[in-house]
């Protein structure tokens, strides 16, 4: 397994190529052998000696990116991180590069890796400080008949997994027609005067092998009773634009993807206990930002943004794909997110909830996001929001 995913970050690193708005049916990607049940299965990584944990910056610490610019304290970090970016990510054991913060508030390079320490890696890049963030194995899977993973209802007096009157709120369980899983609906979007469900490729269009007009589901079929049944009226859009995935080589920016649906379909707030409507203005992510979400599986999470500008490896159930400048997030008590609330729209922690990124990975302490303004660029739309 890890000499396929060294492969694939080889292949990554060969060349940039851009993302293809996908409009008409596309071919399956070819599977790679997975050991996703045994990622699954693992526990909490345990920390090493030498390994420190990104923080938040104090109020008198640096300014962080603000629409994509970043303050000048972190420009010798993000060239560090770009000039070796190639040989870290090379490397058995890595997940993933970023910029972010050390223990005692100096901007540092983040490395993300499978099981804790990696032999040889520096303390430094370029004078820049090296920290250690073990993540386990990023994955991109729901919850699916005979596999592993999900669970559902976060705890909340809400549960996300459930069939909700129309028009459903956001963050509650969604599916595809033709697979028995689940994922979650990440927010309603508009272009020019229709109405869209915004979610991941990965949970409305099937992991590029989709064909346009599939129905999609609430709740995804994982969470109907019988389990893999489809209800009557359980349709609530149908599958019109997703974003091509790339297994193997080159890079990727986002995982999403839309259906077309109605206002009495889907609504624009979070369920009972959520944050309700998100902000129509976006937010870029910052180092130490707090932030919070609305899953299928662990319902309303809090989190904090512990690095950014971060180049990652997913493994999906087809493949495996690197995704660059993405988001990463760590959960504040618990785990931020787990399998089943890809779609997940993230937002500011605040009275605002300014969209930042929409969810689509995770590892064992973290979560990954795709930056929202991309997200949103890719797809043509507008969060339809207060």
């Known amino acids: 397994m890890d000499h396929l ?203 590029n092998a989709a064909s346009l007009g599939e129905q999609i589901l609430q709740p995804g079929r994982y969470d109907t009773s019988p389990q893999c049944s489809i209800p009557t009226g359980s349709s609530i859009g149908t599958l019109s634009q997703f974003v091509t995935i790339k297994f193997g080589s080159g890079t990727n920016t986002v995982d999403a993807a839309l259906a077309s649906t109605t206002t009495s379909l889907v609504g624009n707030a979070t369920f009972t206990g959520g944050y309700g409507q998100p902000n129509h203005t976006t937010r870029s992510a910052t180092v130490g930002m707090a932030v919070q979400k609305c899953g299928r599986t662990t319902s309303c999470t809090h989190g904090q943004v512990a690095a950014i500008n971060a180049t990652v490896t997913v493994q999906y159930d087809v493949g495996v794909a690197t995704f660059v400048n993405q988001v990463v997030v760590g959960g504040k008590r618990g785990a931020f997110s787990k399998a089943g609330d890809s779609g997940s729209l993230i937002v500011t922690d605040d009275v605002n909830a300014n969209p930042v990124a929409l969810l689509f990975a995770g590892g064992q302490t973290t979560t990954i996001g795709n930056p929202i303004d991309a997200v949103l660029s890719a797809l043509g739309v507008t969060i339809d929001g207060k």
Do not use: W
């Not at 100096?106 to 099981?115: D, F």
């Open 5 to 207: 995913i060294r492969a694939a970050r080889r292949a990554a690193f060969s060349g940039h190529s851009e993302e293809a708005i996908l409009m008409r049916s596309t071919r399956r990607a070819t599977a790679l052998p997975l050991r996703i049940a045994l990622v699954l299965a693992l526990g909490v990584v345990a920390a090493c000696t030498d390994t420190t944990s990104p923080r938040a910056p104090s109020a008198a610490g640096p300014d962080f990116a603000r629409g994509g610019q970043q303050g000048p304290d972190f420009r010798a970090a993000l060239a560090a991180r770009s000039k070796h970016e190639h040989d870290i990510m090379t490397r058995a054991g890595v997940e993933g590069i970023g910029v972010g913060l050390s223990d005692n508030g100096t901007p540092a390079v983040v490395i993300m890796t499978a099981n804790g320490a990696i032999g040889g890696l520096p303390a430094k890049l370029d004078g820049v400080p090296v920290i250690l963030m073990p993540t386990g194995p990023f994955l991109a899977v729901l919850p699916r008949k005979g596999k592993p993973g999900g669970g559902s209802g976060g705890g909340g007096s809400v549960d996300p997994s459930g069939t909700f009157a129309r028009p459903v709120p956001l963050g509650v369980s969604i599916g595809n027609e033709n697979e028995c899983a689940a994922g979650t609906l990440g927010a309603r979007v508009t272009k020019g005067g229709s109405v869209y469900i915004l979610s991941n490729n990965h949970v409305l269009a099937r992991q």
